[in-house]
């Protein structure tokens, strides 16, 4: 079920008046309906995936007592380890096993063999590297003593299945939620407004932002080698605003719907296209799964090699990222997408800027300083280089897009077919709308956080200019570019 | 060493490593308490903290501590 459609709108507004006026917020019978509304969200788009997610949500749940009941750390490391074995290999049978068969039948063939392999025909079971990675952390924690196991399975399995989260993040850690899910919940005015606002928000960078933009950047992608350099240059760039408003538009909506159940879950981005260098960019994307792949990836690694200086912190980090590339998926690209980012890291450790906390200095207009603007141009530069890699179907077209930018046609006026023209234009000023509301409310925790702004009439004008855009210029619902990772 | 003097003798290598004159440890302070105390500046405390004292910790103690007060325990106990 996709958030901005008329069955999710019904869900919804069903799920809100059982759960405040029927139950009368008993939180435990609202966790009941909160667990039976996850799965049913979960099973509406495929039942036959649902069956996997109950049963790793009971294994985790046994394994997280046994790891909480065990004395000795030779036995809590054992469930532990089964727990990691599962959680990875599931993740590898269900993304990656055809991506290793035919990279090894590719591999044999370039020295001479023939092989007989074959490729399985495998359903991706929607949301699994996003509930693994919180099952993993789960088990990892309570490995390391960071908390206390669950005794409660309602509100455990409530929060690896949490409906709002479950296909695209924010990846919550089980002492975000599952604290939330077993303290007392009543309707909570502000919150709820704040949610419905933020969703607006979401909406608009999804439907309006992303899907005009999308409209543009496929056709581009499509037919890559009829249009100029210069043609093909805005399209990366305009890839990289459409990926922030999908993405972010979703994370939103999630966290938004959330909040009008009372719950406050991870925030995931704050404001990456703001960012003055590429640790700063990671810090700022994404954020659930960068922490995450910090606290479970890059720190083991630096722990481990920690009396190497910074070489071991260069290749904690470079293997780190290869790890996130290849989280979005089962190709080259990602994974060349992950190097990239690992290496760009290499000039920041080196110089020791790596750690130190960026700080925007702004002019008396509020605009940013010359020296800190030309560091965000940069790395909006590096971003939308890392981000063809990203969106090329093969390396081979990543190369040939790159060799395309880089011909004479670079310096003719960017140009697309027919009404697509248009719609470039539209999708312009949307991104300057977008990125003009985020910058103003840049220490805020979305764009549209604009409950402090004195004129109430204003606020409201706000709010209905961006229904409206919703309402005459929102694409029809089309999926999230999330829901394939 | 007594609890005291390992507190004084780490909280000074922190104001070094971190650069930071105004840092004071207590047992439950936490990386959201020190400016400048995060995953990479973790690593490089712990290795000189590990000279320091001339110990060598495990990882599984480095990624278990919850606040400095765990941190001592460690050094204590070796």
Redesign the interface.
Known sequence: MIFNTFPFLLFIIAIFCLYYFVLNENTKRQNILLLIANYFFYGWANWRILPLLIITTILYYFLGLKIEKSKE?KKKNIYTTIGVLFGVGSLAYFKYSNFFITSFAQLFKSIGLQTNLHTFDIILPLGISFYTFRLLSYVIDLN???YEVTTDFVAFATYVAFFPCILSGPIDRPNTLIPQLTSKRIFNYDLAIDGFRQILWGLFKKMVVADNIAVVTNEIWENYSLFSGSTLLLGAILYVFQMYADFSGYSDMAIGIAKILGFKVTVNFKYPLFAQNIADYWRRWHISLTSWL??YV???L???W??WGNIG?IFAIVTNFVLCGLWHGANWTFALFGLYHGLLFIPLILSGT????TKIHLTKSGMPKIKDFGKMVVTFILVTFGLIIFRAKSINQFIDYIKHICSSSILRIPKVIGYNNVTMIFSIVFIIMMITLEWLNKDKEYGLNISSMKYRFARYSIYLFLFILVYYFGADASSFIYFKF | MDREKIIAKVQEIFKDILDEEEIELKDNTTANDVD?W??????LL??AIEKAFKIKFT??E???W?NVGEMIDSIQAK
Do not use: C, E, Q, Y
């Open positions: 750390d390391r003593g960071k910090t606290d890059f720190m083991p630096n722990v481990r920690r009396d912190i790596f750690a130190k906390k | 400048n995060d995953s990479l500046t973790h690593i712990v290795v990882s599984k480095i990624l278990s919850k």
